[in-house]
């Protein structure tokens, strides 16, 4: 178990690198952020060296079916809290809308093996909903989703090692990350929001911000959708990688774009005033869409 589960790591590193930095755009900077110790590649080695399974990776449960799935819990928060704090070591983590007057969280997992068992748990104390999970997984993994029916006065998500989703859900402050993992946010109202990944991809679509959002990723690709009429001010950098920008994006909204070396910066404006958005990729690829008016 432990040569596979070394051999698989290697395997995804070797995979993701090559995807994104084929050829020598790369360059001695993003090495240096690669595998420095403390940096990319150390950090997320030791998520994965703390785990005896990396299942988590090898399915998206939605697509391949329900049939996988061998237990559902669920529990409905008693109070109303205005403060919501959602984490997990290992696990995929999905806040959403919902209807009614209380939160509810629903965790299921899943295997492939014939007689699983169950690996993962989580607690309710107050509005802080932490999921657990057993030393050896043994082919299992799972999802815990927070059903809540009303705005926040904060939302704060963390995953360690899986997959953070974010839709439909007003917080008066956001903050998200996904250590090992994508994190996806979409159709979300806020003032404020602090997103950032470590290793992965991060989707930014259909948000309303009034006041700041900051994006973060160390290594992987972060895609933004644009507001689609509100006035906003964005600066990105890109330290090794490269800035596509819709070419629907009127050159009016332009201001110092720069692409050159193994990077690219810039910055966009539409109207004076409006939320601030700042965009920083250390490691991979910025897109920016226009989006739909």
Known sequence: MKKAMIITTVLLVVS?????????ALGSQGLRA???DGGI???WSQNISDRADVSLYDADWDEEGRQY?????????EDTPDALTVTANVGNIRVRTSTGEAIKVVLEQYSRRSNPTSKYDFTVEGGDIVLTAADELDGTTATMTVYVPYALASLS???????VEITDVSARTLTAQADTGELDVERVTTDTAELRVVLGDMDISGVQITQSLTAENACGD?????????PFTLSYTVETGSADL??????????????GGVGASGTLQRDTGGAQYTVHVTLGDFELDRGID
């Open 16 to 24: 993701f690198i090559t995807t994104l930095c084929l050829g020598a």
């Open 34 to 36: 690669l595998f420095r």
């Open 41 to 43: 590649v150390d950090r």
């Open 69 to 77: 799935m061998f237990q559902s819990d669920s529990a409905t928060l």
């Open 157 to 163: 998500v963390k995953t360690a090692l899986g997959d």
């Open 222 to 230: 972060i895609s933004l959708d644009l507001p689609a009429s509100a």
């Open 246 to 259: 819709d070419e629907e994006i009127p050159t009016e909204w332009l201001r110092n774009v720069q692409r």
